[in-house]
């Protein structure tokens, strides 16, 4: 068995695809001025909304619908109590962290009437999309070919938003929202809408990614089986600076370490050291942006002398 190959290649853009949508969604509440760490809680609802949707309608589009849906209306808690309550937004995430996770611990029971996890081998999963003529191209379409539709979403979504960032008077309205809301107020904008809407869109790429990992990854619930990816994506969105491509390229960075960690299992590695990668990594990564932010707020201050 190779490390490196066309495989691993394949599983790490799968495995990318829940971080990197979190974080497209935490990049967007971070350029409206909110720094939100409930990331984590959003996309683990967006995980049990997903089969719950799938299990009564027996719909894939229905249950992905039904997911963001879900996850909208926990982003709006968030937006109403950091918002219209002024509370502090670290111990807001961190509340809608645990309430997620309770939450989906009692619904999984009271729903499903089952403990841990929940399988149901007549359930479909999302579909797998063969790429015409991409398919067909050695190695690289096995790479590029045969994943599901919120795959190829995900990295569209990236590209869009870097586009609406960058070349739409909209986005621009949205970072001088964030990076001065009493200028941005002077100007007519409407800070506290622009600050919603940025929350509730996070809030439909979080149940995004919930839908996933639950269908499209593993086709299953189980209780807390984000496992961290909401705040890997928090890393990810801080070290890609809450610029879209930078974000894409940083969560292809804990992809690979994801995916790398599941290749190194074949080669009788313990399962221990294996599923430490992508946090050590997330460890390492917040250790640089320490420097980086120490010698950002030491040119600050050069440049304010």
Not at 51 to 56: A, D, E, K, L, T
Not at 196 to 214: F, K, T, Y
């Amino acid at each position: 068995m190779e490390l490196f190959d066309g495989a691993l290649v394949s599983s790490t853009i799968r495995m990318v695809t829940p971080i990197l949508l979190a974080a497209l969604g935490g990049a967007l509440c971070a350029r409206v001025g909110i720094f939100n760490v409930g990331l984590e809680g959003l996309v683990l609802v967006g995980a049990f909304s997903a089969i719950v949707g799938n299990h009564f309608t027996g719909s894939l589009p229905l249950a992905v619908l039904f997911a963001a849906a879900v996850t909208v209306l926990f982003s709006l808690l968030f937006a109403y109590m950091t918002i219209g309550l002024k509370a502090n937004e670290i111990i807001v995430g961190v509340a809608i962290n645990f309430l997620a996770l309770g939450l989906t611990t009692f619904a999984l029971r009271a729903v499903f009437g089952v403990k841990g996890a929940f399988y149901d081998k007549d359930m479909a999963g999302l579909p797998q999309w063969q790429i015409p003529l991409v398919t067909d191209i050695p190695v690289l379409g096995d790479i590029l070919s045969g994943h599901s539709p919120l795959v190829y979403a995900a990295f569209l979504a990236a590209v869009l938003l870097h586009l609406f960032f960058a070349h739409t008077v909209t986005g621009f309205r949205v970072l001088a929202a964030g990076m001065n809301p009493v200028a941005a107020r002077s100007l007519g904008l409407k800070v506290t809408r622009l600050q919603v809407l940025a929350i509730a869109l996070c809030g439909v790429l979080c149940g995004m990614a919930g839908a996933q990992l639950s269908l499209g990854q593993v086709t299953m619930f189980t209780e807390g089986m984000t496992a961290g990816r909401g705040f890997i994506a928090l890393v990810a969105m801080m070290l890609g600076q809450s610029h879209p491509l930078g974000i894409l390229a940083s969560s292809l960075l804990f992809g690979l370490m994801d995916a790398l960690s599941i290749r190194l299992q074949g080669f009788s590695l313990p399962t221990q050291f294996t599923a430490m990668l992508p946090y050590v990594l997330t460890i390492a990564a917040m250790f640089f942006l320490k420097d980086r932010g120490a010698a950002a707020s030491s040119a600050s201050q050069q440049s304010a002398r």
